[in-house]
């Protein structure tokens, strides 16, 4: 199984910034897209940022001019570097990836989550 572990995670100020990252792991798969979501108290879970295999990033509109999204997939790593945080950025964020996992000569979709990482902007 492919298995995708968050870090980074931390209490910082508005104005301020963080970086998270998001590595995964397993045995023989490859990772396609991957991406960011977050989700804070009382509300549905949402999309803050995803990136193709081939680096092309897709943001959703709150966090555009202010997040970065990048890869490096020699080490199926995902970052979000978030600069100009601010207190409506707090919430627990979560990587996504999916891709393709071999099982003998089969490949198979997979689709995971990580467990999520609190970000808390203070004001």
């Known amino acids: 199984q492919v298995h995708v572990v968050e870090s980074g995670g931390g209490l910082v100020q508005t104005g301020e910034s963080l970086t998270l990252s998001c590595a995964a792991s397993?045995?023989?798969?490859?990772?396609?897209?991957m991406g960011w979501y977050r989700q804070a108290p009382g509300k549905p879970r949402e999309l803050v940022a995803t990136i193709t295999r081939d680096g092309i990033p897709n943001y959703a509109d709150s966090v555009k001019g202010r997040f970065d999204i990048s890869r490096d997939n020699s080490k199926n790593t995902m970052y979000l570097q978030m600069n100009n945080l601010k207190p409506e950025d707090t919430a627990v964020y979560y990587c996504?990836?999916?891709?393709?996992?071999?099982?003998?000569?089969?490949?198979?979709?997979?689709?995971?989550w990580g467990q999520g990482t609190q970000v808390t902007v203070s004001s």
């Open positions: 397993g045995i023989l798969f490859t990772v396609n897209t």
């Open positions: 996504h990836a999916e891709g393709l996992e071999r099982f003998g000569d089969k490949y198979l979709d997979f689709a995971t």
